[in-house]
């Protein structure tokens, strides 16, 4: 199956155990803000209202967050194994190079459009979006892991070839 064939790419989320523990930690930090309004109620003078109001922001906003970390963890991982485990060696030649501001006062991210094939990889196009690397100019080859059958890739090595 080629990308021609309605495949379309996917950049991974990779991360090791150290990423996975961070965002579950965080998950578990966001989940335990929302509770503290509640508990403060119970064991300070604090009037209700203030705990509403404190409250609904809470649930609304913070609440969600824990669930996107705790399931980007799992992102993480389930991407991470599915390359190691089905992953095969490939390059990607960057095509196209755009710098773009993310507008939140962090440096430019890079967004570069590939073209990646390997021995055991159909040659397909991708987009990759990261940090502005010095390897990433126009007409690089970069070493990339590809799991072939729909194109999920991440721009690293992550077994010996």
Known sequence: MTA?????????????????????????????????????LFTTEIPWWAVVLAE??????????????????????????????DGRPAVAEVVEVELVDPGDGDS????????????????????????AEPEFRLGALLYATVDPTDNLFALKRL???
């Open 56 to 85: 609904v922001p809470l649930l609304l906003i913070v609440l969600p967050l824990g669930f996107v970390l705790w399931f980007d963890a799992g992102e993480h991982k389930r991407d991470t194994e599915r390359l190691l485990r």
């Open 108 to 131: 430019e991210v890079a967004v570069l459009r590939l073209r990646i094939s390997g021995d055991d990889v159909p040659p397909f196009e991708a987009t990759h979006r990261g940090s």
């Open 4 to 40: 021609g064939e309605g495949v379309t790419a996917r950049q991974a989320s990779i991360g090791g155990t150290g990423t996975q523990v961070a965002l579950r930690l965080c998950a578990v930090m966001c989940w335990l803000t929302v509770a503290m309004p509640v508990v403060m």
């Open 159 to 161: 077994r010996a070839s």
